[in-house]
């Protein structure tokens, strides 16, 4: 099992910047993937961004250009950096991660959300 804790929502204006942090503990020695995803009342949960253990990422197209995902492997954590943030970006983001077993089974993992509020 693979534990995940998010830290680093709250308010913000329109043009400001965030920073996310989630530490994942448990059986961290097979994670593939980490990344964020975001649900907005009333709408589904959206991919943000991913990062893979080799340093792969990939982002939703809004995203890219003002959010930057990184990760500290050494010690299980990942980051996510917004930057000229929206009030179209309130949501609560949720950390997420996958395992890959040997026998190519995947195991997916989240967070309990922390929740990014931009308005003036």
């Known amino acids: 099992q693979v534990q995940l804790v998010e830290s680093g929502g709250g308010l913000v204006q329109p043009g400001g910047s965030l920073r996310l942090s989630c530490a994942a503990s448990?059986?961290?020695?097979?994670?593939?993937?980490m990344g964020w995803y975001r649900q907005a009342p009333g709408k589904q949960r959206d991919l943000v961004a991913i990062?893979?253990?080799?340093?792969?990422?990939n982002y939703a197209d809004s995203m890219k250009g003002r959010f930057t995902i990184s990760s500290d492997n050494a010690e299980n954590t990942v980051f996510l950096q917004m930057n000229s943030l929206r009030p179209e970006d309130t949501a609560v983001y949720y950390c997420?991660?996958?395992?890959?077993?040997?026998?190519?089974?995947?195991?997916?993992?989240w967070g309990q959300g922390t929740q990014v509020t931009v308005s003036s």
């Open positions: 448990g059986s961290t020695f097979s994670i593939n993937t």
């Open positions: 997420y991660a996958n395992r890959l077993m040997g026998d190519a089974t995947l195991y997916h993992y």
């Open positions: 990062i893979t253990s080799s340093g792969r990422t």
